[in-house]
């Protein structure tokens, strides 16, 4: 057998199962060797009958008699007698009827299981079973756990990866023997072993250790590169005008945030360089990041450039436009809006504008990287929500300019220090941390669905007192799930029970981009009360006067994805409420829903996304999917930083990437990833 055999080599895989694991994304040799471990259940402490503890244990004993029966239809019990020199102990097995005929009595076996409370008396239930003369897969050691699928158990893919182990010895290595040397690291192949079978919790910490430093040092490396392509790379100089900064902020109608100032300077300073600018300004929901980019907008329409402003959706892109009208055209540089929508011949005479230089600031959504579009003098690229865009759509929009733009990126999810050091570790990033005075807390509760009617009653004195409401729901049809999670039930209830008369749109991500544009206005414009929604007015959306949201069954959501959504209300001056329902109240409210209920603090909640759920669920709304950091914890920052300074190292060692060739490839994948100009 070879790394890249098929799976259906492996014996013991048919047509049928090759189809299940290629569904786990597992087709070769390789593949399912490279599946690594969700956790660990640790099995390795061989106890004794007489000093057994609740919890999962691992025993090394014989069998005295095993018997099987039906205690009703559908229900066979297994029942053995096992015992040690300490001691004996009651087994007992849920619908597995073979178990009676397969354990030979007098023979000894390690048994790894649950030990528990049940019906008044203690029993080992439903444990593994295994030979000790044989090679222990699943008992008396630390047993991997693997993601399983409908089809496929992780017992299954425990023993077809112990049947393909022998092949982790072909594995080559990925890194510079140097690198391993210096660093105490294990070898790949010895990594990978250990992954699916430690000996020891050491063994598992120096194979994590391996891998994570692996992953650090490909995206460091990457990031390294693309800082040192664009440090090489000449832009245009825009010199700072403190006059005109101090009249911008003189007119504003509010006092800039000690985090806006500080921002608006990094951005200036950045610009006055010859290397182009690569900032990206984190912020969230709410602490001002418009006025930001109209400031830096401001400097490089002064120096005579052009700057374009993209946003993901057209009613955002008419939203800044229309701040912007007012922030920007006594400075001489009222925006230019460009949409798709727009006529013929309003986009023609855009066009004619923006060729002939005569329009000096550009904002607008993709229509902006037309083939049409000819820019003049473009100097600076502002691009809203970043995550937003593809690479391929920022690369265009820079092509416009014909030499490199300064950049600047704005997002408003937060992203943890630690993970943002690993991912943009070598990009400039600012943070807008303070929210602007003034800004009242959305007061956030759990309710039970059971009370759903109260909120719906709260609804209707809302919208009598002439404000306006969210119902977010998490599908948008109906399914085997409850009714109430699909917003086209929700809407339809609610227009034919508990608001009827009242005006309710529905929004969701299968309706065509002009249609959900054409709705949201309505609701921006009032023409809408209550707008039912999934998760896609998740984005910048200004609607001051709606101030209560119902999130239908939160446990579906993401933290980071509800505070998103609650940021959608408490945008004007008044109180607001966000609602969340809890589709099961016999159980506690989980770690997630209590903290999204205590807390407002994006980055806050960000960090402890992270904790509960992983990298996978930042990178999720970044959308990240192309990065997998699969073993690095970003709690780790020891690792991280010895990793980033090896990436260092390397780089001004001045050895070439080239000569470790999937190392380069994946670097290559991760620049094109993690490159935000
Ligand atoms: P976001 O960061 O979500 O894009 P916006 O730029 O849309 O936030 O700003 C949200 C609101 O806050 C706007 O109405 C804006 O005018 C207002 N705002 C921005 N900065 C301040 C400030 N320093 N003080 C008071 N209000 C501000
Ligand atoms: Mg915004």
């Given amino acids: 057998m070879k790394l890249t055999d098929d799976i259906e080599s492996v014996k013991g895989v048919g047509p049928q199962l090759a189809v299940g694991l290629r569904q786990l994304g597992i087709r070769t040799v390789f593949d399912l060797l490279d599946y690594l471990p969700r956790r660990y259940e640790d099995y390795s402490d061989v106890s004794l009958i007489q000093n057994l503890r609740p919890g999962p244990i691992t025993i090394r004993a014989t069998v005295k008699q095993a018997t099987g029966r039906y205690v009703r239809r559908g229900m066979h019990i297994t029942e053995a007698v096992i015992s040690d020199e300490t001691g004996s102990l009651r087994v007992v097995w849920f619908n597995q009827p073979y178990r009676a005929k397969a354990l030979k009595a007098g023979e000894a076996y390690y048994f790894s299981g649950q030990y528990e409370l049940s019906h008044q008396r203690f029993q080992l239930m439903n444990p593994s079973a295994e030979l000790v003369k044989d090679f222990p897969l699943n008992t008396a050691r630390i047993i991997p756990v693997y993601r399983q699928s409908k089809t496929i158990t992780t017992n299954q893919i425990r023993k077809l990866i112990g049947a393909c182990i022998p092949l982790v010895s072909a594995l080559p290595e990925t890194l510079p023997s140097a690198m391993l040397l210096e660093h105490a690291l294990l070898s790949r192949s010895e990594a990978i072993r250990a992954m699916h079978y430690p000996d020891s919790r050491e063994q598992l910490m120096a194979a994590r250790r391996r891998l994570g430093f692996e992953e650090v040092l490909e995206l460091s490396l990457a990031s390294l590169l693309n800082k040192q392509e664009n440090a090489a790379e000449t832009s245009l100089t825009i010199q700072f005008d403190e006059k005109l900064a101090r009249d911008f902020v003189a007119q504003l109608p509010f006092k800039l945030t000690d985090d806006q100032r500080k921002v608006v300077w990094q951005i200036y300073q950045?610009?006055?360089?010859?290397?182009?600018?690569?900032?990206?300004?984190?912020?969230?929901?709410?602490?001002?990041?418009?006025?930001?980019?109209?400031?830096?907008?401001?400097?490089?329409?002064?120096?005579?450039?052009?700057?374009?402003?993209?946003?993901?959706?057209?009613?955002?892109?008419?939203?800044?436009?229309?701040?912007?009208?007012?922030?920007?055209?006594?400075?001489?540089?009222?925006?230019?809006?460009?949409?798709?929508?727009?006529?013929?011949?309003?986009?023609?005479?855009?066009?004619?504008?923006?060729?002939?230089?005569?329009?000096?600031?550009?904002v607008g959504t993709h229509a902006l990287i037309q083939e049409k579009v000819d820019m003049h003098t473009l100097g600076l690229i502002i691009v809203d929500e970043q995550h937003r865009f593809g690479v391929e759509q920022r690369k265009a929009l820079m092509a416009k300019a014909g030499h490199m733009p300064h950049v600047l990126s704005l997002t408003a999810t937060p992203i943890p220090r630690s993970l943002a050091l690993t991912l943009y570790g070598e990009l400039d990033i600012s943070v807008l941390a303070e929210k602007p005075a003034g800004r009242i807390a959305v007061a956030t509760q759990l309710v039970?669905?059971?009370?759903?009617?109260?909120?719906?009653?709260?609804?209707?004195?809302e919208l009598d007192a002439g404000g306006q409401a969210f119902v977010v729901c998490p599908l948008i049809t109906e399914s085997d799930a409850s009714e109430m999670m699909s917003a086209e039930h929700v809407y339809a209830e609610l227009q034919q029970k508990q608001l009827v008369g009242d005006r309710i749109g529905l929004l969701h991500s299968k309706l065509k981009a002009e249609e959900k544009d054409r709705i949201m206005q309505q609701f921006v414009a009032h023409e809408l009360d209550v707008l039912v929604a999934t998760t896609v007015i998740e984005v910048g959306v200004d609607v001051p006067n709606a101030n209560l949201m119902i999130i239908?069954?939160?446990?579906?959501?993401?933290?980071?994805?509800?505070?998103?959504?609650?940021?959608?209300?408490?945008?004007?001056?008044?109180?607001?409420?966000?609602?969340?329902?809890?589709?099961?109240?016999?159980?506690?409210?989980?770690?997630?829903?209590?903290?999204?209920?205590?807390?407002?603090?994006?980055?806050?909640?960000?960090?402890?996304?992270?904790?509960?759920?992983?990298?996978?669920?930042?990178?999720?709304?970044?959308?990240?999917?192309?990065?997998?950091?699969?073993?690095?914890?970003?709690?780790?920052?020891?690792?991280i930083a010895e990793a980033r300074q090896a990436a260092k190292e390397f780089l001004e060692s001045g050895e070439t990437l080239l000569q470790y060739k999937e190392l380069a490839a994946r670097v290559k994948r991760l620049r094109a990833v993690t490159n935000l100009n």
Avoid: W
């Fill in 270 to 362: 950045d610009m006055q360089r010859k290397s182009p600018m690569n900032r990206l300004v984190e912020g969230d929901v709410g602490s001002g990041k418009t006025v930001v980019a109209a400031m830096a907008a401001l400097m490089a329409i002064k120096e005579g450039f052009q700057v374009a402003f993209m946003a993901p959706t057209e009613l955002l892109a008419k939203q800044h436009a229309a701040t912007l009208q007012s922030l920007m055209e006594p400075f001489g540089a009222a925006p230019l809006l460009l949409v798709g929508t727009m006529t013929t011949a309003q986009k023609k005479r855009a066009y004619e504008h923006i060729t002939s230089g005569e329009a000096k600031f550009m």
């Fill in 448 to 461: 039970s669905h059971t009370k759903r009617d109260a909120l719906y009653a709260a609804i209707k004195s």
């Fill in 552 to 639: 239908e069954s939160a446990e579906r959501f993401g933290l980071s994805q509800l505070h998103q959504l609650r940021g959608r209300v408490g945008r004007g001056s008044k109180a607001a409420h966000c609602y969340l329902l809890l589709s099961d109240s016999t159980r506690p409210p989980s770690k997630r829903l209590r903290a999204i209920a205590s807390s407002t603090d994006g980055f806050r909640l960000a960090e402890l996304d992270l904790e509960i759920r992983g990298p996978g669920a930042i990178y999720g709304a970044l959308q990240h999917g192309a990065l997998d950091l699969r073993v690095v914890q970003l709690t780790d920052t020891k690792l």
